[in-house]
């Protein structure tokens, strides 16, 4: 898709998020970071990257997750709207009236894609039973006409040229009996190299004389933050409608020229990703988010981490660990919520990281196993025996293993691994919960 190191950069973060054991200030200040940084590559302006990195602290800070949407799922969600108001909040696309015809008329400076933009406009509105014709008013560029005469057979509509006329007023006059035909007339007019007063006036002039229904303004996304000031002169001069951004597709700095139209005060109707008529969609600002944070992977794994832990659980469990309380009880509801999440395999491929360890099915299987055999065991001790494990020696295994048919020794192997996640513990306390949380999965393999 379009913003592809955006994207798989923003949602590296989310990871974060979402296989976290404490979201508290650090976790969100180490994301906010992250976020600028990846938005600061994709050329969005610095004023807005902190604006929405604030906004997101303080809403963490000052808004309350809810049941609905405890703290992984409030603060992704936080993080999603602000994304979201960034590029313009909500969909605004154009909408045709009945009037025949409807007058679309594409401004732009040279080379910003308004002839091949007419195509992609036709091809969406045919494709709704729209019918649609063009006029080709561009009459300072000699192949200009030529193009967009091309460009509308290869999308089947109708197309106004003529290649003689210098005054495109004259042109527009010469159809405009025959335009009442048409459900939709896309006008496609000349631009120049830089915004002077020449294309100005013509485009006034065109303006006063076509009265289209909407005016709509032409940029690259290669523009990046430039874009902004672009679509404010041509805002202040013709008073656009609205802003198709093109050639998303080739550029890594789409995301400046996004927010920046999205600031200028005319919305963005739609984007152009490709050269094809095909290659154009409805600008869609919740959509546009979802897919660039990938929420449909993200949903499924926030679901299972739900699923598998309570927040209020692992908090509680964080908050005894650290304090050197962790006992057989606190393993044993640790396992009882991994094996909710299926098989553990499947956890491995869920959580991030984890997968890149490539552990072989066969391993997998074995600590499977014997979790549930460690589980079995649990189950014949007392309750004093789960809260201090310490007491549990001699007699106190041949009886929970004849109680649970689960071997001795591996009862013993329980017992080690516990000790061993105590001591580990103790010397941890106070630490970084992440590497907390590293070593824990990784002296207590299956957690
Ligand atoms: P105009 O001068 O504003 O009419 O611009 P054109 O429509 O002639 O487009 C200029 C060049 O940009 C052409 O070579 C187009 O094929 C190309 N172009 C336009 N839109 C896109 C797009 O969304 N993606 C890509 N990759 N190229 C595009
Ligand atoms: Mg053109």
New binding site residues.
């Given amino acids: 898709m379009v913003l592809d190191n955006l994207s798989s950069s923003l949602k590296n973060s989310l990871k974060k998020i979402t296989s976290a054991l404490f979201i508290d200030e650090k976790l969100v200040n180490e994301l906010t970071q992250e976020i600028q940084r990846s938005l600061l590559q994709s050329d969005v302006n610095v004023k807005l990257v902190f604006n929405l990195t604030n906004k997101i602290k303080s809403r963490f800070k000052e808004e309350k997750p809810t049941k609905e949407a405890p703290k992984k799922e409030f603060l992704i969600n936080i993080v999603y709207e602000e994304l979201t108001n960034l590029l313009g909040k909500e969909k605004d696309d154009i909408k045709l009236s009945n009037k025949k015809p409807f007058k679309i008329m594409l401004v732009g400076l040279f080379g910003s894609g ?2 091949t933009t007419i195509a992609k406009l036709a091809n969406y509105y045919k494709k709704r039973n729209y019918k649609v014709a063009s006029l080709g008013l ?1 009459v300072h560029r000699p192949a ?1 006409r030529q ?2 005469k091309t460009l509308s057979d290869q999308v089947g509509i109708k197309c106004f040229i003529d290649e003689n006329e210098k005054n495109p007023n004259k042109i527009y006059k010469k159809f405009e009996k025959q335009f009442k035909d048409f459900d939709l007339l896309l006008i ?1 007019t000349a ?1 120049r190299d830089s915004l002077l007063q020449e294309l100005i006036d013509e485009i006034k002039s065109l303006n006063d004389l076509i009265k289209p229904d909407e005016r709509i303004l032409v940029i690259p996304a290669e523009l990046g933050q430039t874009a902004e000031r672009q679509a404010k002169a041509f805002h202040d001069s013709v008073n656009i409608t609205g802003i198709i951004v093109t050639k998303m597709d080739g550029t890594g700095k789409a995301g400046g020229a996004l927010s920046a139209a999205a600031v200028s005060g005319a919305k963005i109707k739609f984007i152009a990703t490709g050269e094809n008529p095909n290659d154009f969609e409805v600008f869609n600002p919740p959509n546009f988010v979802s897919r660039l944070l990938g929420m449909g992977d993200l949903e499924a794994l926030l679901e299972k981490a739900k699923e598998a832990i309570s927040d209020e659980k692992s908090q509680d469990l964080s908050k005894r660990m650290l304090k050197g309380h962790f006992n057989l009880v606190d393993l044993y509801e640790q396992m009882e919520a991994m094996s909710k999440m299926g098989s553990l395999s499947k956890i491995v491929e869920l959580i991030p990281g984890m997968s890149q360890l490539k552990l072989p099915k066969e391993v997998l299987n074995v600590q499977e196993g014997k979790l549930q055999h460690w589980r079995f065991a649990m189950d014949s001790m007392t309750r004093v025996e789960l809260e201090e494990p310490e007491i549990i020696a001699g007699d106190r295994i041949s009886r929970i293993s004849k109680g649970s048919g689960v071997p001795a020794s591996e009862i013993r192997d329980l017992l080690k691994q516990y000790k061993m996640a105590k001591k580990m513990m103790k010397g941890i306390q106070g630490k970084d919960p992440e590497t907390l949380m590293r070593k824990f999965k990784g002296k207590f393999p299956g957690m």
């Fill in positions: 308004k002839s561009d200009a193009q967009l496609d631009g």
